[in-house]
């Protein structure tokens, strides 16, 4: 059994059924994170669960927020427990079309202001450049593994 996550009538993505649920529960995470919804619900075949309709309109916001989310944060626990969604959310914007910007890195602004998470001192903290440039290689790595 899979999952079917389609815009119109082409699939943006078929996971399993287990990559599928976790990515849908992160899913909700992420919405009360960012306090948006993702854009993704149930599908052209009402009574089946496993096909989703992402509503490109919707789920372009999300993403946009997401990212921007992700690369303002300097924190290390929250950047390595959010790479691999965001990274998959992003490689779902990508092959829906829709245009994602990566924030400059160094340039201070990104969407939505910065959040200030406490996190103990240890190891450098990772560079805005670095978090960018991990992200966007994540999600190509992430594109070539999730079938269609």
Not at 42 to 68: I, M, N, S
Not at 122 to 127: I, L, Q, S, Y
Request: net charge negative.
């Amino acid at each position: 059994m899979s999952m079917y996550f389609d815009l119109g009538d082409e699939t943006l993505w078929n996971p399993s059924n287990g990559a599928g649920r976790l990515f849908l529960r992160q899913v909700e995470v992420f919405e009360a994170e960012l306090k948006l919804p993702s854009g993704i619900g149930q599908g052209k075949h009402w009574g089946d669960p496993g096909t989703l309709e992402v509503d490109p309109a919707l789920y372009a916001e999300f993403a946009r927020d997401l990212v921007a989310w992700h690369c303002r944060t300097g924190h290390s626990v929250i950047l390595a427990l959010s790479e691999g969604f965001v990274a998959t959310a992003v490689a779902l914007a990508r092959r829906a079309g829709i245009e994602l910007e990566m924030p400059e890195p160094g340039s201070g602004h990104v969407p939505g202001g910065v959040r200030h998470d406490v996190q103990v001192p240890g190891n450098p903290r990772t560079t805005a450049a670095d978090v960018v440039t991990a992200l966007d290689t994540r999600a190509r790595e992430m594109d070539r593994w999730m079938a269609r």
